[in-house]
C-alpha cells in the first residue's frame, strides 16, 4: 500500500442546501446514520490511507468538532486541519492552496460533497502517476464538469466543454504527486481567485505548461453522485446510498 495523504475540501457555504446548511458545512448533511464526510473518511479508512488534511471555512468548528468525535471509531488516523479564512470570497482554488502547505506526500484529493463507492479509490491507489477520476458512463448534461483528453491525458476540464467531445464526468478525485505541488505554487500569483466558473480544476489543466499532466481512471459504472441541490440530496440517500449498502449486504 502507498503511502498517501488524503486532502478533503471542505470550506464552500453550499447556498443551494439553505437552510439546512445554515449551522453546518454541507459536507455534515446526514446520510442514513453518517454523514457524508463520514462515508469519505470511512472509505479512506478502508483503503489503508491513515493521513487526512482537511480543509474547512463555514462553519470551521463545529466541522472540527465533528470529525474529532469520529476518532473513536477511526482510532489510528491522523487529522489535520486547516482554515481557510477567505472562503466567502474566493473559489475553491483557494481552499487547495490552503492546503498546499500541510501536504507532505503524494496526495488526493477529495470533494466534500461527493459519496462514492470505496471501489473507486482502490482504483485510484493501483497508479502511480497524477490522475484525476472519471465517469465514463453516465449521460453528460451542460451542469457537469466535462473531461477532454489529448494524447491520453486531460487536457480540459469545464462544464463549456461539447458533451459529444468528452470522454466523461470529473467525479471530484483526484490523485497528485508531491512534486507537483511546486508546479502549482508557480501558479498562486497569476490564478484569478474570485474569476466566476474558475475552479482548483482549471490548476489541474494551467499546471500542463510545468510539464504536469494527468490520466484519466475510469468509474466504469461504479456508483457514485456529487450533492449540490436538494434534488441531489435526495438522490443521494435514497438511491446511491441505500445501493452502496445493499451491496455491502
Excluded at 467525479?171 to 511546486?182: A, Q
Excluded at 453522485?225 to 435514497?238: G, K, N, S
Aim: charged share 30%; hydrophobic share 40%.
Amino acid at each position: 500500500m502507498k503511502n498517501f495523504q488524503a486532502v478533503i475540501l471542505a470550506a464552500g457555504t453550499g447556498e443551494r442546501l439553505k437552510p439546512d446548511t445554515e449551522t453546518k458545512p454541507k459536507t455534515m448533511l446526514r446520510v442514513g446514520r453518517t454523514t457524508f464526510i463520514g462515508l469519505i473518511i470511512e472509505n479512506i479508512y478502508k483503503n489503508g490511507l491513515k493521513d487526512i488534511l482537511i480543509v474547512g471555512g463555514h462553519q470551521f468548528s463545529v466541522l472540527k468538532s465533528y470529525v474529532l468525535s469520529l476518532r473513536k471509531k477511526f482510532k489510528d488516523i491522523n487529522f489535520t486541519f486547516v482554515e481557510n479564512k477567505k472562503y466567502k470570497e474566493y473559489n475553491n482554488c483557494y481552499t487547495l492552496f490552503t492546503a498546499l502547505p500541510h501536504i507532505t506526500k503524494d496526495f488526493i484529493i477529495f470533494n466534500s460533497d461527493i459519496i462514492f463507492d470505496g471501489e473507486i479509490l482502490k482504483k485510484v491507489l493501483t497508479h502511480y502517476e497524477n490522475c484525476i477520476v472519471v465517469d465514463n458512463v453516465k449521460t453528460l448534461g451542460e451542469e457537469e464538469m466535462k473531461v477532454l483528453l489529448k494524447d491520453g491525458y486531460v487536457s480540459s476540464l469545464s462544464k463549456k466543454n461539447r458533451i459529444e467531445d468528452s470522454v466523461g464526468e470529473y467525479i471530484g478525485i483526484t490523485m497528485v504527486k508531491f512534486d507537483s505541488i511546486k508546479a502549482m505554487m508557480k501558479h498562486y500569483d497569476k490564478f484569478d481567485f474570485l474569476a466566476k466558473g474558475k475552479y482548483y480544476e482549471d490548476l489541474l489543466v494551467d499546471i500542463s505548461d510545468e510539464g504536469v499532466f494527468f490520466k484519466p481512471v475510469y468509474t466504469d459504472g461504479l456508483l457514485w453522485t456529487e450533492v449540490d441541490t436538494f434534488e441531489d440530496l435526495h438522490y443521494a440517500r435514497e438511491v446511491i446510498y441505500k445501493n452502496l449498502k445493499n451491496r455491502k449486504k
